[in-house]
């Protein structure tokens, strides 16, 4: 079964996050692919590419809520193992990240996210791996 959320509950989740922060929107999210584009504008290093830093909060941010969507609401997600590697630069207006699951279980999610700009060429690969927990009380 594929869940899913809308773009306005999406941007609900994002709220007062480092995410929000980078300026992320989200354009789909469900358990099968979760979908987000960042400016490169403000999230560059000193030579004006976007840091690779940037491509990483990216693709945690599309893993982890691919993760929660996965887990549902009586759960909890947090980020176990996060890797990339940095194929080109990242320049123009935005970069898309596109993740897609690897396995989803019961207490592990790993998700692959790759990363594009504008022209549609890859400019970085990721993968991340969530810990599914209950809630705790009171959260």
């Known amino acids: 079964m594929t869940a899913s959320l809308t773009v306005e509950e999406l941007t609900e989740l994002n709220r007062g996050t480092l995410g929000e922060r980078m300026g992320i929107e989200f354009l789909e999210g469900s358990t099968q692919r979760v979908v987000a584009r960042m400016p490169v504008a403000g999230n560059t290093q000193p030579y004006g590419l976007l840091h690779g830093g940037a491509s990483v909060v990216l693709a ?11 887990a549902g609401p009586e759960r909890i997600t947090v980020g176990l193992d996060i890797n ?3 194929h080109r630069a990242g320049q123009g207006e935005w970069v898309t990240g596109v993740a897609t699951p690897l ?17 549609g060429r890859r400019i970085c690969t990721s993968r991340i791996t969530c810990l599914i927990r209950d809630k705790p009380p009171g959260a």
């Not at 941010?61 to 996965?70: E, N, V, Y």
């Not at 207490?107 to 700009?117: K, M, N, S």
């Open 84 to 86: 990339a590697t940095h």
């Open 103 to 119: 396995s989803l279980g019961n207490t592990l999610a790993c998700w692959e996210v790759v990363i594009t700009d504008g022209q």
């Open 60 to 70: 945690e941010t599309l893993g982890s809520i691919g993760s929660a969507i996965h």
